[in-house]
């Protein structure tokens, strides 16, 4: 079966930490999925997993003397960094990161990574205070602002000191889609893309609002899809509650008249408008400064309606593609066209959120896209997957736009 990374050269690199032994796993998935890969290691890798067993599963040359020779004469950290498609540096050390950030190149993993034509992705693994302490924190900042290498941040759980905490390298799906991601074409290179996301708050006073249930997932997933092909992204949230993508800018805000500015103001220089953001329809009319008290069995909230961000800003920039998102419990197509043609959006995505599988605070979502010409039901699917399709279709619309 064909595998994603079929016909790719992938170099895998290791440095000395305990989970250099799960570089073994990491080598034979990256087998499966088609890549030939090669190995280079630190002197430190040595001492946890030995060459020669990288060598027996690649059946590829190991390489962990940085001053080493081809058979031909050629330097071989030079040659390795023009064959490959990617390097992944698994584990990815405190130290290794430091020297890849000064620019260092003193062993077989950091020359091979400075000759690298190819992208390169970095996966942790430390004690926690190493991790959180403020050098390694400017050293993998320094990586990711300079756009070198994307990094697979470390997870929690049990670490070789006996201790917990953040520092555990991250699980191998997590490193598979950063290596999917990377190899992404960057067909959207050059492209403006705004990416509304999570659960607008309406105050009623200093500590109640009202919400819905978004956690703002599906915007992230969004944001780090047009990322990783190219996109300059602007990401406008309300409260997530997932951590925010690295590598894109941020804009908070709370409430719907907030993200409603933040829209006006991005839009006259954005190319693609994708509202993923779950808005407040409505606000109470009423905003106390102090905290309501109980003042009875009953109270009475009145409301008003919030304005329609699409509706209000359908004319700003008549060049801008704009997507749109229909989160519906019943009639979801029906719903769902009537907004397409209503809000003048060129992509509508709908779906129904009183799925427990789909929709809301899940890792997944089943989605159908419409145009008002076609449409397109997507299985089931992890939600960056689902925002790599309608970005497929985005990709598909602004083509179209240019060839016309």
């Known amino acids: 079966m064909a595998g994603f990374l079929d016909g790719k050269n ?43 067993t990288f060598a027996a599963l690649t059946r590829q040359p ?55 034509q190819a992208p390169l992705i970095l996966c942790p693994a430390m004690e926690p205070h190493m991790w959180r302490h403020p050098v390694t924190a400017r050293n993998v900042q320094t990586l990711r602002t300079l756009s070198l290498a994307q990094v697979v941040e470390p997870e929690e ?77 602007t990401l406008l949230h309300a409260p997530l ?31 693609v408008l994708i509202m993923a953001a779950a808005v407040s329809d409505f606000r109470p009319a009423e905003v106390h400064a102090q905290k309501v008290k109980k003042g009875g069995a009953e109270q009475t909230l009145h409301l008003v309606a919030n304005p329609d961000l699409l509706m209000t800003t359908k004319n700003l920039n008549p060049r801008c593609l704009r997507v749109g998102f229909a989160a519906e419990t019943e009639k979801v197509r029906e719903h769902a066209l009537e ?22 605070g899940v890792d997944t979502n089943r989605v159908l896209l419409l145009d008002g010409k076609t449409e397109s039901a997507l299985p089931l699917m992890h939600k960056l997957d689902v925002a790599h399709a309608i970005l497929d279709r985005v990709v598909q619309m602004l083509g179209a736009r240019t060839q016309g």
């Not at 050059?190 to 703002?216: C, H, K, M, W, Y």
């Not at 043609?341 to 599988?357: C, E, F, I, P, W």
Request: overall charge neutral; glycine content about 10%; aromatic content about 2%.
């Open 157 to 233: 759980g049990a670490l070789a000191s006996g201790r917990s905490g953040v520092g555990r390298l991250a699980a191998l799906p997590a490193i598979l889609d950063a290596v999917r991601a990377a190899l992404r074409p960057q067909d959207l290179a050059g492209r403006r893309i705004l990416v509304t996301a999570g659960a607008t708050q309406e105050p009623l006073d200093p500590v109640r609002f009202i919400s819905n249930g978004s956690t703002g997932k599906m915007g992230v997933a969004l944001a780090e899809a047009a990322r990783s092909r190219g996109a300059n992204v």
């Open 10 to 52: 992938v170099i895998l690199g290791v440095a000395g930490g305990i989970a250099a032994y799960k570089a073994v796993e990491l080598c034979r998935a990256l087998q499966r999925e088609g890549a030939t890969v090669r190995v280079a290691m630190t002197e430190g890798a040595k001492a946890f997993v030995q060459p020669l």
């Open 241 to 271: 509650q997932v951590p925010s993508p690295a590598g894109v800018t941020l804009k908070s805000v709370k409430t719907a008249l907030q993200m409603l500015a933040g829209v006006e103001a991005a839009l006259p220089e954005t190319d």
């Open 62 to 116: 190991v390489l962990h003397d940085v001053m080493s020779l081809a058979a031909d004469g050629s330097i071989d950290h030079v040659e390795w960094g023009h064959w490959a498609n990617l390097m992944i540096v698994a584990p990815a050390t405190a130290d290794v990161l430091a020297r890849l950030a000064a620019g260092m190149a003193n062993d077989s993993v950091t020359s091979v990574a400075l000759c690298l």
């Open 339 to 360: 907004k397409l043609q209503r809000k003048g959006l060129q992509l509508m995505v709908a779906n129904d959120v009183s799925q427990t599988d789909a929709g809301f």
